[in-house]
């Protein structure tokens, strides 16, 4: 009988192990589906923060008005930061960008204007807001203009939107996917356990007495596989930063803490469940359907 009981133990080792490794990949995989979303928040802030207000100074502005009205810019709640540029500032651009100076054929004469960009918050980044700051300042005597790319921003918005909606839908998606494997795949760990729960079953022990060391078991295999996840994650963004820049979810140690945490809780979340509800089916059945 001891003999049998320990065929059986080693019988059930490598269904955990590979129990872990299957609900590792499909973390893995999850943790991939958060990192996308992550960023697309973080390219839509990028973006909309990198949207500039060119408010074009009047030519007979004076100096010291300029100067008031950048500081009474720069303390308006929708200012991320503002840069003021001269015209010999924009010729200087200009010959820099284009390599071109094109004020010997104008004979000296600089046709460009001064102009201060602002860049807002993302929480002001949008047309209602813009055409908000665009009424209030149009009216300052320092400025003659005011500048903005509308469609850019419409553009910019829609994308995000949709792409946002994409994302959250395929998450859902994938979610679900992710717990029908994993919840298949502990449920095929389990069946080896069967006859053991059943004689645990018929020797008097209780439900809670059975259920606790599977359900202890399972959630270390949870947290383990989370960690797994959580450790390939990593490494696959650093590659990915190290050789095409594009994400930067490394750079913030507190963004990919919590996606480690979500990793994780998810595998022990999920383990915990699928190996309950195996239990649980097992207890219920007769002995010889398990057969």
């Not at 003659?144 to 959250?168: A, C, M, P, W």
């Not at 480690?260 to 097992?282: M, P, R």
Request: with cysteine; glycine share 4%.
């Amino acid at each position: 009988m001891l003999h049998q009981g320990n065929k059986t133990i080693k019988r059930s080792k490598p269904s955990y192990f590979y129990a872990i490794l299957s609900v590792t990949l499909v973390l893995f995989l999850f943790g991939i589906m958060l990192i996308l979303i992550i960023n697309t928040r973080k390219v839509s802030t990028y973006l909309k923060e990198n949207l500039a207000i060119t408010f074009v100074v009047s030519d007979n502005a004076k100096v010291q008005d300029v100067e008031n009205f950048e500081k009474n810019l720069a303390n308006e709640p929708y200012v991320k930061s503002s840069n003021y540029i001269s015209k010999e500032m924009a010729v200087a651009e200009f010959q820099t960008e284009y390599g071109e100076d094109f004020m010997e054929l104008l004979g000296g004469e600089n046709p460009l204007f001064s102009s201060v960009n602002v860049f807002l918050t993302e929480k002001y980044a949008n047309e209602d807001s813009l055409k908000m700051i665009e009424q209030k300042w149009i009216k300052n005597a320092v400025v003659s203009e005011v500048y903005y790319q509308k469609n850019l921003l419409s553009t910019i918005n829609e994308n995000v939107e949709r792409l946002g909606v994409i994302l959250l839908v395929l998450s859902a998606l994938f979610f679900i996917v992710a717990f029908i494997l994993i919840d298949n795949t502990i449920k095929l760990a389990m069946f080896s356990n069967r006859f053991l729960i059943k004689s645990m079953q018929m020797v008097g022990a209780t439900r809670q007495f059975i259920t606790a060391p599977f359900l202890k078991q399972s959630v270390f295999n949870g947290i383990f596989s989370g960690i797994l996840a959580s450790v390939m994650l990593a490494g696959l963004l650093y590659i990915v930063n190290a050789n095409f820049n594009y994400l930067y979810i490394m750079e913030d140690a507190q963004t990919y803490g919590f996606l480690c945490i979500v990793i994780v809780a998810l595998g022990a979340f999920l383990s915990f469940v699928s190996t309950y509800q195996a239990v649980i089916k097992y207890l219920k059945t007769r002995l010889d359907e398990l057969y």
